[in-house]
T-cell receptor, first 115, second 111 residues
Framework: NAGVMQNPRHLVRRRGQEARLRCSPM?????VYWYRQLPEEGLKFMVYLQKENIIDESGMPKERFSAEFPKEGPSILRIQQVVRGDSAAYFC?????????????FGPGTRLTVL | DQQVKQNSPSLSVQEGRISILNCDYT??????FLWYKKYPAEGPTFLISISSIKDKNEDGRFTVFLNKSAKHLSLHIVPSQPGDSAVYFC??????????FGQGTELSVKP
């Protein structure tokens, strides 16, 4: 009964490079959420996706960030031309449905360090 | 604009005593609340939730209380154990399902 899987767990990039973060939801879950935790802060919502659809991207920076959840395969959060301020822990969560009572279960996170 | 606030960044409690973690929110449209526990270098783990139609929900040593008029909720852990030492996040679920988190309270339970 695998939980939410994220890889890589740690990612180091130099300024200007691209970062790709992957998330495989729990079995039976078709809703994926991405959150970011900056140092000394709480988690901040970025984007909510269902298979092949972005439902809510109100928390995504307007530039350089994109997300997808294809019909097959994991959800991908992509950060182009990374800057030092992108250094953070990125968490993915999944849920069975979109009711507020459908609990979101979190993966272990990807810790991105931008040099 | 912090819609969910945890005003105590840290709390220290003796083993066996009660831990009380507090959370305030500003948006009266929120109607579902959750508590997550987080260890370093791990993702948040769901603990307990409460709907706004209730004022209390209990699960073992964990009880969440909701005071809608005060826009306040609290998590009680009794008795506290050293393994409870972690960061606790309060979250509100908005109508579209996204979670809005507080800043977290770091609980330390001392033997």
């Amino acid at each position: 009964n695998a939980g939410v899987m994220q890889n890589p767990r740690h990612l180091v990039r130099r300024r200007g490079q691209e970062a790709r973060l992957r998330c495989s939801p729990m079995k039976g879950h078709s809703h994926v959420y991405w959150y970011r935790q900056l140092p000394e802060e709480g988690l901040k919502f970025m984007v909510y996706l269902q298979k092949e659809n972005i439902i809510d991207e109100s928390g995504m920076p307007k530039e350089r960030f994109s997300a997808e959840f294809p019909k097959e395969g994991p959800s991908i959060l992509r950060i182009q031309q990374v800057v030092r301020g992108d250094s953070a822990a990125y968490f993915c969560a999944s849920s069975r449905g979109l009711a507020v009572t459908d609990t979101q279960y979190f993966g272990p996170g990807t810790r991105l360090t931008v040099l | 604009d912090q819609q969910v606030k945890q005003n105590s960044p840290s709390l220290s409690v003796q083993e066996g005593r009660i831990s009380i973690l507090n959370c305030d929110y500003t948006n009266s449209m929120f109607d579902y609340f959750l508590w997550y526990k987080k260890y370093p270098a791990e993702g948040p783990t769901f603990l307990i939730s409460i709907s706004s139609i209730k004022d209390k929900n209990e699960d073992g040593r964990f009880t969440v209380f909701l005071n809608k008029s005060a826009k306040h909720l609290s998590l009680h852990i009794v008795p506290s154990q050293p393994g409870d030492s972690a960061v606790y996040f309060c979250a509100a679920s908005d109508p579209r399902g996204k979670l809005i988190f507080g800043q977290g309270t770091e609980l330390s339970v001392k033997p």
